[in-house]
């Protein structure tokens, strides 16, 4: 191995003393391509399962808490008991690789399809359409139903734990309705839960706490919980990175495992709401954060010469999303010195051999400039 590419390999151990094998996390992805009854499919458990070896954690696609927060056409549920045995699946899949599997929860608010959710009745923070063409227009949930939304993460989190889950990660990313609830554009609340930024975090920490009051009473301080955010919007009025050091610095202080924030480029600089124009946004987190909590980084770490420059940032570890799926031994060859072979744009004639589900192929097919070599 390149010597300089050791970091990746040396383990590491999380506050609450879980040891994790190497620095590379396999980043969550949906692939629509669960079965209609909501259970895990075989061809997602086979795609899982040749990504599973060599990463030290899999994040799971996301998973809705409740009916009317189903964000994709055939993703797999957690918002009832009966998928319990199906998520089990999953989470054997992955650890009997050699993984820690982290079940990612949501709920996705504004950006549900309407032919996915009861009635079609879309739910958010308020009644602020998604700045995308053709988007509807949300109904705002009551102060119960927020109530609800929150016990029902809760009880994924319990779900997750029944179904032999290392850990949970909170989908707080992406524009989903725990972002909707902490955005100023999709939150125009006027109770507890809206208005100053302090009051648009009441929603995602009342999650937070619900889940580790829930971890509390069904697991042990072995049991992951990690949350995950967006730091900017492009919408104005939206989150700005400004608003986004406050959340993770009160998330720092909330005893989680880990933080993890979603960008498309880990380099990637801040829009508005810092000063410094030659910081990243990678280095205002770890700034903020100032080692209380670990962050994962994320986004377009496509050679190992890619991580070896994300790693000097200070970022103790790194997921990588869409280069699993274009090379699943993108891990194994650096590991064997092999780094010149990782593959990094999609071999279009290679799905079997991929092992990518059709639906999940033919979506990344169909999605010009998304994946290199679209
Ligand atoms: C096919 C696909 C599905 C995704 N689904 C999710 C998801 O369910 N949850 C999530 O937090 N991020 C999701 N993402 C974002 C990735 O986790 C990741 O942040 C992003 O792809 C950038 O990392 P990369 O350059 O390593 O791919 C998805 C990305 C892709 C490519």
């Known amino acids: 191995m390149n010597p300089s590419n050791q970091k990746f390999f040396s383990p590491y151990t999380f506050n609450n003393g879980v040891e994790l094998k190497n620095r590379i996390i396999m980043a969550p992805m949906t692939n629509y391509s669960s079965n209609p009854d909501g259970t895990v499919s075989e061809e997602e458990l086979a795609y899982y399962a040749r990504r599973s070896k060599d990463v030290s954690m899999v994040i799971t696609a996301c998973t809705y808490v409740t009916p009317n927060g189903k964000g994709f056409h055939n993703e797999f549920a957690g918002d009832r008991d009966e998928m319990i045995p199906s998520l089990s699946q999953l989470a054997k899949t992955i650890q009997n690789q050699g993984a820690k599997a982290i079940l990612q929860i949501f709920h996705g608010g504004r950006m549900c399809p309407p032919e996915l959710v009861p009635h079609g009745d879309i739910v958010s923070a308020s009644a602020v359409p998604a700045e995308v063409a053709g988007a509807k227009t949300p109904r705002a949930l009551t102060e119960t139903e927020v109530e609800e939304i929150v016990d029902a993460f809760g009880e994924t989190a319990r779900r997750a734990i029944e179904a032999g889950y290392d850990g949970v990660e909170i989908h707080g990313a992406n524009g989903y309705l725990i972002q909707q609830f902490f955005s100023p554009h999709s939150n125009q609340r006027e ?34 919980v990690g949350y995950r955010f967006s730091p900017e919007e492009a919408e104005t009025p939206g989150i700005t990175m400004a608003d986004t050091i406050k959340l993770v610095d009160t998330l720092a202080e909330k005893d989680l495992d880990y933080l993890h924030v979603s960008l498309q480029h880990f380099l990637s600089k801040a829009r508005r709401g810092v000063e410094d124009v030659n910081k990243t946004r990678i280095d205002y987190l770890l700034e903020t954060i100032d080692n209380r909590v670990p962050l994962i980084g994320v986004g377009s770490i496509y050679s190992a010469e890619d991580a070896r420059k994300a790693f000097e940032t200070g970022v103790p570890l790194l997921a990588l999303g869409r280069e699993l799926i274009i090379d699943p031994d993108w891990v194994q060859k650096v590991a064997e010195g092999r780094e010149d072979e990782i593959v990094t744009e999609i071999n279009k004639d290679k799905q079997e051999e991929l092992v990518v589900p059709v639906p999940l192929w033919n979506v990344i097919m169909n999605t010009p400039g998304w994946f290199p070599g679209v």
């Open 191 to 224: 109770d507890r839960f809206g208005g100053s930024v302090e009051k648009r975090m009441t929603f995602p920490l009342a999650i937070v706490d619900k889940i580790k009051s829930i971890v509390k009473e069904h697991a042990d301080d072995s049991f992951i």
